[in-house]
């Protein structure tokens, strides 16, 4: 049972475009949401996240948008990079982020010079 | 940044016989690590939870027999699998949190990876 979940399996953008990475989720108590970028033979780094007492987190470029009642999470890149491309993870948590992260399979985007 | 380290990054080996990974933290204590594995094309999914000088907690479904972990010292922990077999290949990756931080999901630090071939 797939509890988080990134359906579409990559994306292909133009540099300077907007990215747009989508992640559904399906347990309730879910309360706290990252995204991790992976790139080739390296482990996941942490990106961004958002508590779900909030529905918008903002870093430079990485705005995450929370919509509770949908169960959905969206990652958003303004302007594209072609250093963006990697694969990247959406992973949930209960109790704030304390508890054991579950992960989606992951989407692979690349952004094209 | 901290770093997690992983060894070996790769591995084959025959049926049957034991693979041992290591996973170090290079620059920090880490508290509590974390052994993942990734089927392709599937998730990460959290094999089992471990703590320095005590026992690890497994995840439901996860065979503690077949899957040793030792967390011997606050910056290495290991994960034996033995009597591998083919459907125990896999890429395993280990993730740590910082000593002294809140534990929360931010500050895990996940390791390259190991891909492990059984034949």
């Known amino acids: 049972d797939q509890q988080v979940k990134q359906n579409s399996p990559s994306l292909s953008v133009q540099e300077g475009r907007i990215s747009i990475l989508n992640c559904d989720y399906t347990n309730s108590m879910f309360d706290y949401f990252l995204w991790y970028k992976k790139y080739p033979a390296e482990g996941p780094t942490f990106l961004i996240s958002?508590?779900?007492?909030?529905d918008k987190n903002e870093d430079g470029r990485f705005t995450v948008f929370l919509n509770k009642s949908a169960k959905h999470l969206s990652l958003h890149i303004v302007p594209s990079q072609p250093g963006d491309s990697a694969v990247y993870f959406c992973?949930?948590?209960?109790?704030?982020?304390?508890?054991?992260?579950?992960f989606g399979k992951g989407m692979k985007l690349t952004v094209n010079p | 940044g901290a770093v997690v380290s992983q060894h070996p990054s790769r591995v084959i080996c025959k049926s049957g016989t034991s693979v041992k990974i290591e996973c170090r933290s290079l620059?920090?204590?880490?508290?509590?690590m974390f052994w993942y594995r990734q089927f392709p094309k599937q998730s990460l999914m959290l094999m089992a939870t471990s703590n320095e000088g005590s026992k690890a907690t497994y995840e439901q479904g996860v065979e503690k027999d077949k899957f040793l972990i030792n967390h011997a010292s606050l910056t290495l922990s290991t994960l034996t699998v033995t009597s591998a077999h083919p459907e125990d290949s896999s890429f395993y990756i280990c993730?740590?949190?910082?000593?002294?931080?809140?534990?929360?999901?931010?500050?895990?630090?996940f390791g390259p990876g190991t891909r492990l071939l059984v034949l």
């Open positions: 992973a949930a948590s209960a109790q704030g982020g304390s508890e054991k992260l579950v």
């Open positions: 620059d920090f204590q880490a508290t509590t």
């Open positions: 993730s740590a949190n910082i000593l002294g931080t809140s534990g929360g999901a931010e500050t895990q630090y």
């Open positions: 958002i508590s779900s007492i909030k």
